[in-house]
């Protein structure tokens, strides 16, 4: 049997003797879609922060291909685990500024033609590229923050409700695009989300309630 991708043995979380999280275990093999359930304000934001390295457990570990977080480079990591927020948040002045970012952190040429068809995919034109990022969107933010994330294939997407501020058009065209990637390149995907038709691509579904795991079916 093949290592998990990622488990999380006995996390929790605390903040100002508040416990956030506790005791959460479980294992995420590779290829799975994974849906986090729950009330608001219950934790699941928390846990997907812990997996994505934006916030450190206060007790127990997570392991990513064997190795504790604690042991690996953010930087490394993030290459491999994106970590997509529900606003998307834009930088510099133009979309190309944006798509050629990964590039530059990794200190390669910005592939251009990747980016091009990425956009075209979530229906943004060519003509964008020289757009001022204070001219979008909403939607066309998040569109734009989501083929930032794609520019190179990460082996894990961790969404936490990415489309839940959309419109139908652009949550449309987003899940179009996550479930192709689901689909054709087994990618595994962690997701906080309250949409139906999300759900229902789950592999299985994981509950927290008042910062503890429920039920996991």
Do not use: C, W
């Not at 979530?122 to 933010?141: F, N, R």
């Amino acid at each position: 049997m093949s290592e998990p991708l990622i488990e999380l043995k006995n996390v929790g979380f605390e903040v100002d003797g508040t416990q956030i999280l506790q005791d959460i275990s479980f294992v995420v093999n590779k290829g799975e879609v994974v849906t986090f359930s729950g009330p608001s304000g219950s934790g699941k934001s928390t846990l997907l922060k812990l997996i994505g390295t934006i916030l450190t457990p206060t007790s127990g570990e997570i392991l990513y291909k064997g190795t504790n977080l604690k042991e690996l480079n953010p930087i490394e990591y993030r290459k491999e685990v994106s970590y997509f927020f529900q606003n998307a948040a834009l930088f510099d002045e133009t979309v190309e500024d944006n798509l050629s970012f990964p590039a530059h952190i990794r200190e390669k040429e910005f592939e251009k033609e990747r980016a091009l068809k990425l956009m075209e995919q979530v229906q943004i034109p060519e003509s964008y590229l020289t757009k001022k990022v204070k001219d979008l969107s909403g939607g066309e933010k998040q569109r734009i923050a989501f083929v930032r994330n794609l520019m190179y294939q990460p082996d894990v997407l961790l969404l936490d409700e990415v489309t839940s501020s959309l419109d139908q058009e652009n949550r449309e065209i987003i899940g179009k695009l996550i479930n192709e990637m689901i689909e054709e390149e087994k990618i595994t995907v962690l997701s906080i989300t309250h949409n139906q038709a999300e759900i229902e691509k789950a592999s299985r579904m994981i509950e927290i309630r008042a910062g503890k795991m429920e039920e996991d079916k």
